[in-house]
């Protein structure tokens, strides 16, 4: 790409005849198709549950109320590996990489046995940051679609080796006393992964705009993800009748996604040239990147909104979550040897990384520890109002115990 202040064309990829060879930049197309595989193969919980449906119950048991979270990555702790970014691909990476043992790295130390099935549970998860491991219990996957969450009886289907998630909380609910279930579906049934890797590879190869392909697809994905959505709190509460809850015994939260990349006016990096790639790992556009941060993700954020209310569930919208901590955010800076991590200054989010030299791919543009504690504070927020909707917001300056909800009608 040259170094030039002139835009990308409206139409993309002008011809798809382009040898992969001629990509330019350090992310390879071969990435990019990667990207769109791997990014949300959204990790499930360190229960590790392989069941089938339990019989009914007489309601909760009676012990301390359990707290259960479900659905895809964005709720199931993916990339809490990681404590801020750093450019440096050895050691600790400027001290960003939980996994480092001195000599090597054990992701399975972050992600327990799910790192192994690409679910990626991590111990700073939203749940466990909000309750603590043993008021909680996390069965989302990396990667899960509406249609893992179904029970089998009614469509669902198995992922990674675990029984859909209605079917898991079945067991869950017979063996515990669950007050709380917390949802985070419907960004892999409209093919938020394709989006953001086709973004990618429109700054990287095609030198045009991702948005006008990008928001049909989103809008021919929608009606039949919302509705998957709905139908994803059907079965739940399905499940937690036949075990023989009353309405009254629990509540579900459905929350919405944050952006992961700033307004192009809040980039630190310039957008000609290659240093949004090469040093800060957000390759967009700026128009792209004003598109997915103030009209993406708002229009999910909505329509998830919508789906709460009609199934009467509280909503958690969590769109400005991670103002000013997004990927190469001007609040925000990269670690180095002289500048360590701090949940202050470092971003919330993880940075694109083709899995190469730091972790794995499927982490990329996820909430790293930082973001996933602040999660947690959110979440113990709305358990603690019974009714209302409610946004996440962050405080600039602050850690986590600087996250604070709004109300929204």
């Known amino acids: 790409m040259p170094e030039s202040s002139a835009t990308p064309s409206q139409s993309r990829r002008p011809s798809q005849s382009r040898s992969p060879s001629q990509s330019r930049g350090p992310l390879r197309t071969h990435g990019l198709r990667r990207l769109a595989a791997a990014l949300f193969a959204l ?11 339990a ?6 048991v009676p012990g301390p109320a359990v707290a259960v979270s479900m659905g895809d990555s964005y709720i199931s702790g993916e990339a809490g590996r990681w404590q801020g970014n750093s450019d440096d691909s050895g050691g600790s990476r400027d001290g960003t990489d939980l996994a480092y043992t001195g000599s090597g790295y054990n992701p399975s130390s972050v992600y327990g046995g799910t790192y192994s099935s690409g679910c990626d549970r991590s111990g700073s998860a939203e749940v466990d940051s909000a309750f603590g491991s043993t008021a909680a219990i996390n069965i989302a996957c990396s990667g899960a679609t ?14 990674k080796g675990e029984a859909p998630q209605a079917d898991q909380l079945a067991t869950i609910a017979a063996q515990h006393n669950v007050d709380l279930i917390t949802l985070s579906i419907g960004g892999n049934d409209l093919g938020f992964a394709n989006v953001i890797s086709n973004c990618v590879e429109d700054y990287e190869v095609w030198y045009s705009y991702c948005q006008p392909s990008q928001q049909a697809a989103i809008d021919s994905a929608m009606g039949p993800a919302m509705a998957n959505v709905g139908k994803s709190v059907d079965e739940i509460r399905a499940t937690m009748s036949a075990d023989g809850y009353a309405a009254s015994d629990y509540r579900i939260v459905l ?10 006016s809040e980039n630190r990096y310039p957008e000609s040239g290659w240093s949004r790639t090469t040093d800060g790992g957000c390759p967009f556009w700026n128009a792209d990147e004003d598109w997915a941060r103030d009209t993406m993700v708002p229009e999910i954020s909505d329509h998830l909104a919508a789906v709460a209310a009609d199934r009467g569930v509280q909503f958690l919208d969590l769109r400005d979550f991670l103002q000013g ?24 989010a993880r940075f694109l990384t083709t899995g190469a030299t730091q972790g794995t791919l499927q982490e990329s543009f996820h909430p790293n520890y930082y973001a996933q504690l602040a999660l947690g504070r959110c979440l113990a927020l709305i358990q603690a109002q019974p009714t209302g909707n409610f946004a996440c917001r962050n405080t600039p300056g602050q850690d986590a115990s600087g996250v604070y909800l709004a109300g929204i009608s």
Not at 55 to 60: L, N, S, Y
């Open 43 to 53: 990790p499930l919980s360190a229960t590790g549950l392989l069941v089938a449906a």
């Open 325 to 348: 901590r997004e990927v190469c955010s001007t609040a925000t800076r990269l670690a180095t040897s002289t500048q360590e991590p701090s949940a202050t200054t470092s971003e919330w």
């Open 55 to 60: 019989p009914a119950h007489a309601g909760p």
């Open 146 to 159: 509406t249609v893992n969450v179904f029970r089998a009886a009614d469509g669902g289907q198995s992922f």
């Open 255 to 264: 929350q919405s996604y944050p952006s992961p990349i700033p307004r192009s």
